[in-house]
Nanobody
Framework: QVQLVESGGGLVQPGGSLRVSCAAS????????MGWYRQVPGKQREMVAR???????NYADSVKGRFTISRDNAKNTVYLQMNSLKPEDTAVYYC?????????????????WGQGTQVTVSS
């Protein structure tokens, strides 16, 4: 299994910056794409940014040019640097990992989610 633990959320003023981190641990064989998603009450969870194991990235249009996703494969950690934050960026941010884990003698590929970290942009 894969455990994802997010950290770094909090309260920031509009125009400010924040970095959230997500560390993966567990008995996985390989982690493919890692990403950040966000959700506000009453709305569907949406993709914010994703990064593959070799560093290819893609972003939601709403965060392009403001957010940067990066990854440290040696630490099994993914980061999201958020700059020029807007009130509409307020949400719970969830880390996601696409990974293969051992189930007995078989490898199974699954999606894993962290518990979420609150990011609030407000003056």
């Amino acid at each position: 299994q894969v455990q994802l633990v997010e950290s770094g959320g909090g309260l920031v003023q509009p125009g400010g910056s924040l970095r959230v981190s997500c560390a993966a641990s567990g008995s996985f064989a390989v982690i493919y794409t890692m990403g950040w998603y966000r959700q506000v009450p009453g709305k569907q969870r949406e993709m914010v940014a994703r990064i593959t194991g070799i560093g290819s990235t893609n972003y939601a249009d709403s965060v392009k040019g403001r957010f940067t996703i990066s990854r440290d494969n040696a630490k099994n950690t993914v980061y999201l640097q958020m700059n020029s934050l807007k009130p509409e960026d307020t949400a719970v941010y969830y880390c996601n990992a696409d990974a293969k884990v051992w189930q007995g003698t078989t490898l199974q590929r699954n999606d894993y989610w962290g518990q979420g970290t609150q990011v609030t942009v407000s003056s």
